[in-house]
């Protein structure tokens, strides 16, 4: 009985310990649902694969790699990323001289904004 308290007890403290530190990966206000309906969202909604590839990987004299851990705005925080889909990229900042505009030039709203950064955040965040 004492040997199933203890190992109740191991267990459940384990649990605790796994739990928030998985939680904790994600920004503030970014759920898994989020970076799941970004996804979709890049590849529809948003034509940001038109610049930056169905996979993300960029696309030569268009839209930079969004996989890789290099960024040419920002400092790679989702606030960052944001911000840069907000504002989009003027031709003197954009390394290749290509112009995104904002948000792509899509019609996404604010929602779905934050849900494409979310999945743009993630690509480099593993
Ligand atoms: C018309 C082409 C075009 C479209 C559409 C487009 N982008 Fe871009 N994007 C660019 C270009 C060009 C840059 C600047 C690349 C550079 O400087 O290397 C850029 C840069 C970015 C960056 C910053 C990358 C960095 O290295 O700092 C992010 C994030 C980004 N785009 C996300 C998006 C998202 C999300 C969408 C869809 C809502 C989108 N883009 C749609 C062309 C596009």
């Given at each position: 009985m004492r040997n199933l308290v203890v190992r109740v007890t191991v267990a459940l403290g384990l649990s605790l310990l796994v739990v928030p530190a998985a939680k904790a990966q994600?920004?503030?206000?970014?759920t898994q649902q989020m970076i799941d309906e970004g996804k979709t969202i890049f590849n529809?909604?948003?034509?940001?694969?038109?610049?930056?590839g169905m996979d993300a990987k960029g696309v030569p004299n268009l839209g930079?790699?969004?996989?890789?851990?290099?960024?040419?705005?920002?400092?790679?925080?989702y606030e960052a990323i944001v911000k840069t889909i907000t504002e989009g990229v003027s031709s003197d900042k954009s390394s290749s001289g290509t112009v995104m505009p904002p948000k792509g030039g899509s019609q996404i709203n604010d929602e779905q904004l934050r849900a494409v950064a979310a999945y743009v955040w993630s690509l480099s965040n593993k």
């Open positions: 994600l920004p503030e206000g970014v529809g909604a948003g034509i940001c694969m038109a610049c930056h930079a790699n969004l996989t890789d851990e290099e960024w040419n705005l920002g400092d790679g925080s």
